[in-house]
């Protein structure tokens, strides 16, 4: 069951590094702000070859001065039917610690011929203005 989390993670992290690649064009579905950074962004996928540990999965960096602009935590499932999914502690300290400068892309169905992606900035933001919800199981 780990083998299959980590390929669902890789290839959940293979679709959003595609995604984040600079576009070709000024306007996306994405939203303005996010594609003008994405012009002018490098983008490094620090869990590439192994898992890393860090509460991320990507970083998007100025390609000049190497500042990290953005962290971006990619959440993959192989099907569509799981809506909810874990987050670690230190995901939600970053997320807190970071605010509009940390992304959780959700990707659902990363096993199927039509994989779907949602992206939250700032999570914790979100969940205060209860944009989405907080789900507890013991």
Request: charge should be negative.
């Amino acid at each position: 069951q780990q083998q299959q989390q980590q390929q669902q993670g890789a290839l959940g992290g293979m679709m959003v590094r595609g995604t984040l690649q600079p576009p070709t064009s000024s306007t996306t579905a994405q939203g303005e702000s996010w594609t003008q950074m994405l012009l002018h962004t490098e983008v490094v996928w620090v869990n590439q070859e192994q898992e890393s540990g860090l509460p991320y999965d990507i970083v998007l960096r100025n390609p000049e001065t190497h500042a990290v602009l953005a962290y971006v935590e990619v959440k993959s499932s192989a099907w569509h039917s799981k809506d909810a999914f874990e987050v670690s502690p230190a995901e939600m300290r970053w997320a807190q610690h970071h605010g509009p400068a940390y992304t959780v892309f959700r990707v659902s169905g990363a096993s199927t011929s039509n994989p779907s992606l949602v992206r939250l900035t700032d999570p914790i933001a979100l969940w205060q203005a209860k944009a989405i919800s907080l789900c507890l199981i013991a």
